[in-house]
């Protein structure tokens, strides 16, 4: 059989950001991938540098749908260290607790487009419904359901009502027990289990080499947790376990993913019965001293890193982000070889949880004959489907 | 703690909910929650015991690279080197260190310099290097071979500051668009924003190589 080339993308709204991934093939064994990025680079780093300090906020609030409130803590808590501001201890555990939920809904939308690219689309139906819980929660918090604008420097800008408090606890409950019942499902299915059991996988020694962070590296025994390792927020003072597993594979992953689902859960109950008293926020200079700063976050997909430097104005210098994506694609690139075409859309969708439903198009070009043939997702993903 | 090669049997352990082959937890115990840990305000000085520690030891590990200290912080520590000796430092540290994980490469243009700074972990401390190169024409040794993960920072500053790493075989784009202009470096001091209408453009069928 001759070789193939299979581009996917760059529309290939797989990850939150298009990209390009070609995939040159060998009969149904992925030889290599290429992998290109900046479709949607929208220079955010260069419009800080024209943005008031506070308008910077709003602004890296939007480089992720889903992460948004990563990318935002991670930025306040730079500005905050080169200011010198004492973020109160309420604030700091507000930051802690919507940080966990964003976690949470992001690992279930994971498992949710997990299981549909497996063909196992109950399992889809059932955790985008039960994420809706958790959503709702977020809403009745901050007034969103995504980019919920709750961090400032400084602080939070909206507090917690007694009556949220008890709205959160009914969210809690269902969903432990909703989390307690994709642990079984999703690990001891066999169909499931089957589809993704030594799928993607990358050892240890390559999750280390390979700058691999998040669960994907917790997947392939890397015992690394920036809530643990780099305590930020209200984390140096809260319980939680750090989950990992050892194959390294995407049943591993899911493995990893839905252990963290319960340790948030965990983390949201500490926090709702500990939740201190206080402000929310100190006041923040409108001009920040110079200086320089980094600062990590745990995002739900691993190391999220932003470097903000000033020199003493009203906007910022230089802010640098390096989100866990772009760490995360070597090692994508890497278990990509040797997998079947018919594991490319799972592994697709088990590096990043982000991903719009609209139409894709796959092109496959036979290189002897030079015949092209366009398929829709859907046609691949039946005709791959094992 | 059991292995996941014995998945496909157990039962679920009553304590975690898990199959018994599950992941592992490592518990974080609870910590008194007193000092503030990760903002330092004028009055507060943590101790940096350990920061001090691993700063010698690094100093020790790479004598004669000319790296210089320029402050500790909790967690973080600030060093300097000539640009010359990035290889080496990395070579002597990825010995020392196998599990080092380098976060990201920052650049900036201060307006008199271009500065790269590297920040990578060890001992679950972020250190940063900073190299300052000259603004006429930043040259700095890759360290893609040493640390695969650089390859991608290292294309990202070529893109946005023009900062040209010698020893690799191709520097092909990776966030800006293949008919970017040759030569507009938009996160240097000299480029103007709106300045230049640079469409998109088709890049989908230029699939890049990785280093």
Redesign the interface.
């Known amino acids: 059989m001759s070789d193939m080339e299979i581009p996917v993308g760059p529309q290939h709204p797989a990850l939150k950001e298009p990209e390009s991934f070609r995939f040159e093939l060998e009969g149904e064994i992925v030889k290599s991938v290429d992998i290109r990025l900046g479709y949607v680079h929208r220079g955010i780093e260069r419009a800080c540098q024209d943005r008031t300090w506070i308008q910077a906020v709003y602004l890296i609030e939007r480089i992720c749908g889903i992460c948004s409130h990563s990318h935002t803590t991670c930025f306040c808590q730079a500005v905050e260290d080169i200011a010198g501001l004492e973020v109160p201890r309420r604030a700091r555990y507000i930051r802690s607790l919507i940080g966990e939920m964003e976690r949470i809904h992001s690992h279930l939308l994971w498992l949710g487009l997990a299981g549909h690219e497996v063909g196992f689309d109950t399992l889809f139906m059932y955790a985008w419904r039960d994420r809706e819980v958790i959503l709702d929660a977020l809403e009745a918090i901050s007034g969103n359901r995504v980019n919920y604008g709750m961090n400032t420097i400084g602080g939070v800008r909206r507090d917690l009502s007694d009556r949220d408090v008890e709205e959160l606890r009914s969210a809690i409950r269902i969903l432990e027990e909703r989390a307690g019942y994709y642990t079984d499902i999703a690990l001891e299915e066999s169909t499931f289990r089957g589809r993704l059991e030594g799928v993607g996988k990358i050892t240890k020694q390559q999750a280390i080499d390979l700058g691999t962070v998040g669960p994907t590296a917790r997947a392939a025994g890397v015992n690394v947790d920036l809530r643990r390792d780099d305590p930020y927020a209200a984390y140096g003072e809260i319980p939680f376990n750090v989950v990992t597993a050892e194959d390294g594979d995407l049943l591993a992953a899911a493995q990893v993913r839905l252990g963290e689902i319960r340790e948030s859960i965990r983390i949201m109950k500490y926090i709702l019965d500990n939740l201190p008293d206080g402000p929310i926020a100190v006041k923040a200079p409108r001009r920040i001293p110079p200086g320089e700063a980094c600062s990590r976050y745990e995002a739900p997909r691993g190391e999220d890193i932003h470097y903000v430097r000033s020199s003493g104005g009203d906007k910022p210098d230089r802010v640098k982000v390096r989100a866990p994506t772009l760490a995360n694609l070597n090692a994508v690139a890497e278990s990509m070889k040797g997998v079947r075409v018919a594991d490319i859309p799972i592994i697709i969708a088990g590096i990043d949880p982000c991903f719009s439903c609209t139409d894709r198009l796959v092109r496959l070009q036979d290189r002897t004959s030079g015949r092209v043939e366009v398929l829709r997702w859907q046609d691949l993903s039946r005709r791959y489907r094992r | 703690m059991s ?2 090669n014995e ?1 496909t049997q157990g039962p ?1 352990s009553q304590a975690t ?3 018994s082959a ?12 007193v000092v ?7 009055d ?1 000085k943590p101790a940096l015991g350990a920061e001090e520690d691993l700063t010698r030891r690094v100093m020790d590990a790479c004598p004669g690279l000319g790296l210089a200290v320029e402050r500790i912080r909790p ?2 520590i600030w060093m300097s080197m000539p640009s010359r000796n990035v290889r080496a430092m990395f070579s002597t540290l990825k010995g020392i260190w ?2 080092l ?4 490469i ?3 243009d201060t307006g008199s310099a271009i500065e790269v ?1 590297y ?1 990578f972990v060890l001992e ?1 401390t ?1 250190v ?1 290097v900073r190299l300052t190169l000259d603004p006429e024409y930043p040259e700095v040794d890759t360290v893609g071979d040493i ?3 650089a ?3 290292e294309r990202e500053l070529h893109d ?1 500051l023009g900062v040209r790493f010698s020893g690799r075989h191709s520097t092909p ?5 293949d008919n970017w202009p040759e030569g507009y470096y ?2 240097r001091k000299s480029a103007k ?1 709106g300045e230049k209408d640079v469409g ?1 453009g088709d ?2 069928g ?5 280093a």
């Open positions: 292995t996941c998945r679920e909910g898990f199959p599950g992941p592992t937890i490592s518990s974080v115990p609870e910590r008194s929650p503030p840990e990760t903002n330092s305000g004028p507060h967690r973080r196998p599990d994980h380098l976060s990201t920052t650049g900036l700074i920040h679950k972020l940063s640390l695969p993960v390859d991608a920072y946005v784009p990776l966030v800006l668009p938009p996160l924003g998109h890049t989908g230029t699939a890049t190589s990785r």
